[in-house]
């Protein structure tokens, strides 16, 4: 089975950094995502990291220690459009079907 | 490139009567085709999976069916709505072949009254 665990609401001042955190226990590791979601609407895909390391988009980063069993976003440069919510989604134990976590809801304030 | 449609938009429905949302994909073949309900507050809950025409895994056992006539065309139905229907309903796509990234469509956000 798969256990994920991401802090249910965090705040940040715009035009700073934020890390979202997102633990998992799991067997079989086959990806880590990150989604976003704004409120009313789908979830839209920021990124998939199957290897250790940092993943860098452009404002957003991604990080994966698969022997932690710890993925984190970074978002820099926050703007107010990035108040959404933000889900860590794990695929594993064969499976090519990920399971999300309840989401962080980010909120971005002036 | 690959889009992906869901209708309707929004929908409010009585308690026991019939539902069917569509979903459909376009620019790519043989996509694996997934459902998810997202109770109000809640994460995303797998209802339904299919990796091609007429298969169908269901994760969660409920008063809902789907069911995949074509390709590129997956449909979510029940016979008989509940209250607990509810909810903002979201099909997904991701290609076959082991790649897992899934691309939602727009959603449906039903009431059931």
């Known amino acids: 089975g798969q256990n994920i665990d991401q802090p249910t609401e965090m705040t940040a001042t715009e035009g700073a950094i934020v890390q979202i955190n997102c633990t998992y226990q799991?067997?079989?590791?086959?990806?880590l995502f990150w989604y976003q979601q704004h409120a009313g609407e789908a979830p839209t895909f920021l990124s998939y990291n199957v290897l250790d390391g940092l993943e860098e988009k452009g404002r957003f980063s991604s990080f994966l220690s698969r022997s932690k069993g710890y993925s984190y976003l970074l978002l820099k440069e926050l703007q107010m459009k990035d108040s959404a919510s933000y889900l860590c989604?794990?695929?594993?134990?064969?499976?090519?079907?990920?399971?999300f976590g309840r989401g962080t809801s980010l909120i971005v304030h002036p | 490139s690959q889009t992906i449609h869901q209708w309707p938009a929004t929908l409010v429905q009585p308690v026991g009567s019939p539902l069917s949302l569509e979903c459909t994909v376009e620019g790519t073949s043989n996509p694996n085709l997934y459902w998810y309900r997202q109770a109000a507050g809640r994460g995303l809950q797998l209802l339904f999976y299919s990796v091609g025409i007429g298969q169908i895994s269901s994760e969660v056992p409920q008063n809902l069916s789907a069911s995949r006539p074509q390709d590129r065309q997956f449909i979510l139905s029940s016979k008989k709505l509940l209250l607990s229907d509810s909810g903002f309903y979201l099909c997904a796509w991701s290609a076959s072949g082991g790649r897992y990234t899934q691309y939602f469509g727009p959603g449906t956000r039903l009431t059931v009254l």
């Open positions: 989604a794990l695929a594993s134990g064969g499976s090519y079907i990920p399971t």
């Open positions: 799991t067997s079989g590791f086959n990806g």
